[in-house]
Structure formats: structure tokens, C-alpha cells
């Protein structure tokens, strides 16, 4: 229990950490330069200059309802990921504002501005994803989707994401979109790339003596497929089953931790996937 605990406070450590460093981003770069990058927040800064709601009453609102919505659609397993960054990030916001109108950084030109503000998103969403939360918003809209509409995670994600940054480019200029698709791609990159893996999924072996239970949070929680083996153990020739899946690199942590929840004796193998192709119609991956 004590490892539990300590594992629990280096999580939520690490999420402030990650709340932090993307608040203050989108103190210092997002919001002061009208630059949308897609979800709640990138929302609020065109309902900003549109009806003139403060962005962070409109964060907080928005993540509210997504998750009353969440919680009456998918549960509160699934949505229990998402409160603590929903009510964090817009609260983180609120408090970093004074930091970073005493900074006052300014660059010599709008391109060292997108790169360090993508850098600094990229590495404090890693750092939020590592500890397997989100801070709510579309990911809750893009899961409810994914559960109801049987549309991928990544799929829903990105058309919401791809209409929001639009309705920035309309409001606040087309030269805004090139920036927020240089920021998402950094931002990507960082997080896709750098801290969880140098591929865009990870193929997990599990050999497990609760078949049943992770099988069922494999297809109804992450909401993929999952393939069972046959095995045979090569020293003492028993024969059992062991289950394999791919998983998108982004719930990785949040994967294993709930893996080893379920059986802490759980065995893992688990190998960067390079290229998922065919075969798969229930998928959580952000490819299909």
C-alpha cells in the first residue's frame, strides 16, 4: 500500500507539474497572441473576442458540463481520469496570470514565439498524459463520441480539433492557423516522440491469471480490440492463454498502471508498434 501512495504523489506531483507549464503557456503565447490550437481552450479564446467571456469562466463551465455529460454517458470510471485536470488547468490558469504578465518575454520574431510555446506545451502535456489524466474538455467530448458513435478516439479528436482551429483562422486571420499547426506539431512530436516512445502505439503480451476482468476493460474501457493466445510454458509445458492488443502511445501509463491494478502479478511484454494495418474495426488507436 505504502508503494501504492508513493506512486499516487509522484503522479499527481507530476500532473501540477504538467497543468503548470501548459497554463503558463497559454498565458504567455496562446492566449495573448489569439492562437487557437483546438480544444476548450482554444474555444474560449474565440468565444473571448466574439461575446467577451472571460476564457477562464468559459474553461471551467464548458468542463463542467462535459463532465456531468461524461459522467450519465460513460460512467464514472471513465470519467474519473478527467476531473482532476478539468477543474486543475482552468484554476492553474487563473494563478500563473500574474506570473507571466510580470515576465512580459518578448521574441524578435513570431516563429521563436510558435517554437517555444509548442515546445512548452508539447513537454507539459507529456508530463500530464505520463500520469494517465487528461485535463478534460474534448478528450471527454472525443470519448463520448468514441463510446456512442463508435468513431476512434483519434478520429473523433481530430475533427473537432481540425473545426476549431478553422473557426480561429476565420475569426482571427489565416496566417493564426500555419502558427497553431507548427504548435500542434511540436506538441506532438514532444509528447509522441520524446516521453512516451518513439512510436505512435505500443503492442502489449499479457499473461495474467484474470483473463476475464482485463479482457473486459481492454474492449470496454479502452475500447479496442484485443486478440487471445495460446500458450505453453516452456519449463513446465502448462498450457494457458495469454492476451495481446495495440494500444495508442499516449495511454500507456494510464494502461499498465490499470493492468497491474487488476493482477499486480500481472506479466507484461511490450514493444513499440510501428504500423497497425486492416483487421481492426474497434480500434482506439488514432490511426484508423
Same mark, same amino acid.
Given at each position: 500500500?505504502?508503494?501504492?501512495?508513493?506512486?499516487?504523489? $509522484?503522479?499527481?506531483?507530476? $500532473?501540477?507539474i504538467?497543468?503548470?507549464l501548459?497554463?503558463?503557456?497559454y @498565458?504567455?503565447f /496562446?492566449?495573448?497572441?489569439?492562437?487557437?490550437i483546438?480544444?476548450?481552450?482554444g474555444l474560449?479564446?474565440?468565444?473571448?473576442?466574439v461575446?467577451?467571456?472571460?476564457?477562464v469562466?468559459?474553461?471551467?463551465?464548458?468542463?463542467?458540463? /462535459?463532465?456531468i455529460?461524461?459522467?450519465?454517458?460513460?460512467?464514472?470510471? +471513465?470519467?474519473?481520469?478527467?476531473?482532476?485536470?478539468?477543474l486543475?488547468?482552468? $484554476?492553474?490558469?487563473?494563478l500563473t496570470?500574474?506570473?507571466?504578465a510580470?515576465? @512580459?518575454i518578448?521574441?524578435q520574431?513570431?516563429?521563436?514565439?510558435?517554437?517555444?510555446s509548442?515546445?512548452?506545451?508539447?513537454v507539459?502535456?507529456?508530463?500530464?498524459?505520463?500520469?494517465?489524466?487528461?485535463?478534460?474538455?474534448?478528450?471527454i467530448?472525443?470519448?463520448?463520441f468514441?463510446? +456512442?458513435?463508435?468513431?476512434?478516439?483519434?478520429?473523433?479528436?481530430?475533427?473537432i480539433n481540425?473545426?476549431?482551429v478553422?473557426?480561429g483562422g476565420?475569426?482571427?486571420?489565416?496566417? +493564426?492557423?500555419?502558427?497553431?499547426?507548427?504548435?500542434?506539431f $511540436?506538441?506532438?512530436?514532444?509528447?509522441?516522440r520524446i516521453?512516451l516512445?518513439i512510436?505512435?502505439?505500443?503492442?502489449?503480451?499479457?499473461?495474467?491469471? +484474470?483473463?476475464?476482468?482485463?479482457?473486459?476493460y481492454?474492449t470496454?474501457?479502452?475500447?479496442?480490440?484485443?486478440t487471445?493466445?495460446?500458450?505453453?510454458?516452456?519449463y513446465s509445458?502448462?498450457?494457458?492463454?495469454?492476451l495481446?492488443?495495440?494500444?495508442?502511445?499516449?495511454?500507456?501509463?494510464s494502461f499498465?498502471?490499470t493492468?497491474?491494478?487488476?493482477?499486480?502479478k500481472?506479466f507484461?511484454?511490450? @514493444?513499440?508498434?510501428?504500423e497497425?494495418?486492416?483487421?481492426?474495426?474497434?480500434a482506439n488507436?488514432?490511426?484508423?
Open positions: 500500500m505504502k508503494k501504492k501512495h508513493k506512486r499516487l504523489i $509522484l503522479r499527481i506531483f507530476v $500532473l501540477l504538467g497543468i503548470f501548459v497554463a503558463v503557456n @498565458n504567455m /496562446l492566449l495573448p497572441n489569439d492562437l487557437v483546438g480544444g476548450v481552450s474560449a479564446i474565440i468565444i473571448k473576442k461575446c467577451f467571456i472571460d476564457p469562466l468559459f474553461i471551467y463551465f464548458i468542463n463542467v458540463l /462535459l463532465i455529460i461524461s459522467f450519465f454517458v460513460l460512467g464514472w470510471k +471513465k470519467t474519473s481520469k478527467s476531473v482532476i485536470g478539468s486543475l488547468f482552468p $484554476l492553474f490558469i487563473s496570470a500574474p506570473l507571466t510580470k515576465l @512580459n518578448s521574441f520574431s513570431d516563429i521563436i514565439m510558435v517554437l517555444v509548442g515546445l512548452m506545451l508539447g507539459g502535456s507529456g508530463l500530464i498524459y505520463k500520469t494517465g489524466f487528461t485535463t478534460g474538455g474534448m478528450d467530448l472525443s470519448q463520448i468514441g463510446d +456512442k458513435k463508435k468513431v476512434s478516439f483519434g478520429t473523433a479528436l481530430l475533427i481540425v473545426i476549431i478553422l473557426a476565420y475569426i482571427f486571420g489565416y496566417e +493564426k492557423v500555419v502558427y497553431a499547426i507548427l504548435i500542434l $511540436l506538441n506532438s512530436t514532444l509528447v509522441d516521453l516512445g512510436s505512435d502505439s505500443k503492442m502489449f503480451f499479457i499473461y495474467t491469471t +484474470k483473463v476475464d476482468e482485463v479482457k473486459k481492454i470496454e474501457d479502452i475500447n479496442t480490440g484485443v487471445i493466445l495460446k500458450i505453453e510454458g516452456g509445458s502448462k498450457r494457458d492463454k495469454m495481446m492488443c495495440v494500444i495508442r502511445t499516449r495511454d500507456y501509463f499498465k498502471e493492468i497491474l491494478g487488476i493482477d499486480p500481472a507484461l511484454v511490450i @514493444n513499440d508498434c510501428y497497425v494495418m486492416g483487421g481492426v474495426k474497434k488507436l488514432p490511426f484508423i
